[in-house]
Nanobody, 124 residues
Framework: QVQLVESGGGLVQAGGSLRLSCAASGRTFSSYAMGWFRQAPGKEREFIASISRRGSGSIYADSVKGRFTISRDNAKNTVYLQMNSLKPDDTAVYYC?????????????????WGQGTQVTVSS
């Protein structure tokens, strides 16, 4: 069992930056590939980024490539999402998730554990 708690969301102006954190419970954090997803009102949950167990690999959705960076610190049981050059279209609830298998999982069904989400609002 893994419990995930996101933090770092908030209100920011377009062009600004935020860093989201996701703290995981348990001693097996490094056994999971980690991902970030987001869901805007009226839209389906969208894959944002994934990072491999050791952090050696990562992959991004085209919509955030070059602006967002996923990273992890296995010693701290934490995964991060650095978000730069934010746009109003980035407004959503952001979720972190843990996948027990796969190298860089891309879909929601690959992930077993989910956080409660943190709101990010980007004003124009």
């Amino acid at each position: 069992q893994v419990q995930l708690v996101e933090s770092g969301g908030g209100l920011v102006q377009a062009g600004g930056s935020l860093r989201l954190s996701c703290a995981a419970s348990g001693r097996t954090f490094s056994s999971y590939a980690m991902g970030w997803f987001r869901q805007a009102p009226g839209k389906e949950r969208e894959f944002i980024a994934s990072i491999s167990r050791r952090g050696s690999g990562s992959i991004y959705a085209d919509s955030v490539k070059g602006r967002f960076t996923i990273s992890r610190d296995n010693a701290k049981n934490t995964v991060y999402l650095q978000m730069n050059s934010l746009k109003p279209d980035d407004t959503a609830v952001y979720y972190c998730a843990a996948a027990p298998s796969g190298y860089l999982p891309l879909t929601s069904r690959d992930y077993r554990y989910w956080g409660q989400g943190t709101q990010v609002t980007v004003s124009s």
